[in-house]
């Protein structure tokens, strides 16, 4: 199947700073992306759904300005963290959905654990 | 809006159990529905989906049922191994960008 990669695998920063976690689908084209959020044994939550040449459309609730999200091309997506927080310690999960195929498998990153000290 | 419900977890059972894994959605139109796995410390893995209303998945000796009667789509399987043990998840999707939404999650124990 499809791969989907992200990077980094996981990420320790000192509250204040900003990360970056990139999004990548290697072997097809994604016009959209997904960004997740999961909390220890708790389920994914959807933050943003990430569109090329276009801005994202965050959930409710989701603060636009802390989680910056950019798709730069048709195969990467990034989510920046900034000014991290402990609070933004947590799991991150992309996915994408080879264009055009709306119904079909969303491939997952091996996703991203945050931890703000 | 859209949602999934799981039972809750964590589900604890024996090698060679038989394995069910409720999940009930509310949607409107006709979305698809997809049960995911996550294995410890990993991202989520596709298991089974369907697309429509009677379908029927299945994968690695699991299987569910799109009933749109009672808008359901149990997770079963009729020997669980210890291999099996991971959390299941199931979603639908949802949107103009068909995005998915998942249940909460239901941990797997199986214990030799």
Known sequence: ?117 | GNSVTQMEGPVTLSEEAFLTINCTYTATGYPSLFWYVQYPGEGLQLLLKATKADDKGSNKGFEATYRKETTSFHLEKGSVQVSDSAVYFCALTSGGYNKLIFGAGTRLAVHP
């Open chain 1, 1 to 117: 199947g499809a791969v989907v990669s992200q990077h980094p695998s996981w990420v320790i920063c000192k509250s204040g700073t900003s990360v970056k976690i990139e999004c990548r689908s290697l072997d097809f084209q994604a016009t959209t992306m997904f960004w997740y959020r999961q909390f220890p044994k708790q389920s994914l939550m959807l933050m943003a759904t990430s569109n090329e040449g276009s801005k994202a459309t965050y959930e409710q609730g989701v603060e636009k300005d802390k989680f910056l999200i950019n798709h730069a091309s048709l195969t990467l997506s990034t989510l920046t963290v900034t000014s991290a927080h402990p609070e933004d310690s947590s799991f991150y999960i992309c996915s994408a959905r080879e264009d055009g195929l709306m119904n079909t498998e969303a491939f997952f990153g091996q996703g991203t654990r945050l931890t703000v000290v």
